[in-house]
């Protein structure tokens, strides 16, 4: 089964040992490592609450570049050090929030999001600890979200004289209206019931319960084939910005295209013959 390695007492990966995996610097801004087919990525500015550094940022999406492209990879986890998950715009930079200039040779804040949302490989946020401003951005970009219970979060950039601007795009679309203009205007922060409640996050849990969760699901997510789950992710972006028609008519072609695919006819043969699909992991 693929899992995370539940066994560690920090939320820091232990590195892994195969020949392709990603050596990461204890005192490096973000840290990666692969293992039994999880990419987990590590926000690790524990001193700065995490924050969103040009630094952080441009290696955060280094990072989930290199895990979108390793077939090893069945699932990205992305989680922290220290208990704050993330707490926004790095206001001790000259241009705080912008994170990445227009014209720089870095990634942007913008690309981390169009990574974690359009990369082929489910975004799981291991989420321990307080997640605020850009960095509940992050948390709502990811496909699925689990958040330790006594954590906080909340959109306070209007505490700060500014807005909600860019993460919008990725919240809004999980937000209705109401619910959207009580938290972006009033700068509360919430707890994760009450985010799970509003649909920002999927569950909350006791922090000892965040590895035996997020396990949980990468299990799940394991058992779907590669190509159909990044057809998911691709399917949940796209359709609710198409008309109707639309949607019906690219919707047809795209089911025509998976099934006639290696993954789904190997995947309807291993069903017919009541065996796992060649993709799930032996347990």
């Known amino acids: 089964m693929l899992t995370m390695n539940a066994s560690s007492p920090g939320p820091s990966p232990a590195p892994d040992t195969g ?4 050596p990461s610097s204890d005192s490096a801004p973000v840290l990666l490592s692969v293992q ?3 990419a987990t990525i590590t926000l690790n500015r524990p001193e700065a609450r995490n924050a969103l550094s040009d630094e952080l940022v441009d290696q955060l999406g280094a990072y989930l570049e290199q895990a979108n492209g390793d077939d090893r990879v069945r699932a ?3 989680t922290n050090t220290g208990n704050t998950f993330c707490a926004g715009a790095d206001l001790s930079s000259s241009k705080p929030g912008v994170a990445g200039q227009p014209g720089q040779e870095t990634r942007t804040f913008i690309d981390v999001f169009r990574l974690i949302m359009h990369g082929s490989k489910p975004v799981l946020g291991r989420i321990d600890g307080h997640a605020m401003g850009g960095g509940l951005g992050l948390v709502a970009a990811c496909d699925i979200s689990v958040m330790r219970e006594d954590a906080k979060i909340g959109f306070t950039e209007v505490r700060l004289g500014v807005a909600p601007a860019m993460i919008s795009v990725v919240c809004l679309p999980k937000l209705r209206r109401a619910d959207a203009s009580e938290l972006f205007l009033t700068g509360e922060r919430i707890s994760p019931t009450r985010a799970v409640e509003v649909g920002l996050i999927n569950r909350s849990c006791p922090a000892a319960e965040l590895d035996s969760s997020i396990d949980s699901f990468v299990s ?3 058992q779907g084939g590669p190509n159909a789950l990044a057809a998911c992710k691709e399917i949940i972006n796209r359709v609710p910005e198409m008309t ?5 008519a690219w919707t047809a072609v795209r089911s025509r295209e998976l099934f006639v695919s290696e993954e789904a006819r190997s995947g309807i043969a291993a069903f017919r013959q009541r065996q796992p699909a060649p993709w799930v992991p032996e347990e």
Do not use: H, R, W, Y
């Open 19 to 22: 020949p392709s995996s990603t």
């Open 36 to 38: 039994d087919g999880v």
């Open 76 to 78: 990205i986890v992305l």
């Open 220 to 222: 799940m997510i394991s």
């Open 244 to 248: 109707q028609e639309d949607a019906f």
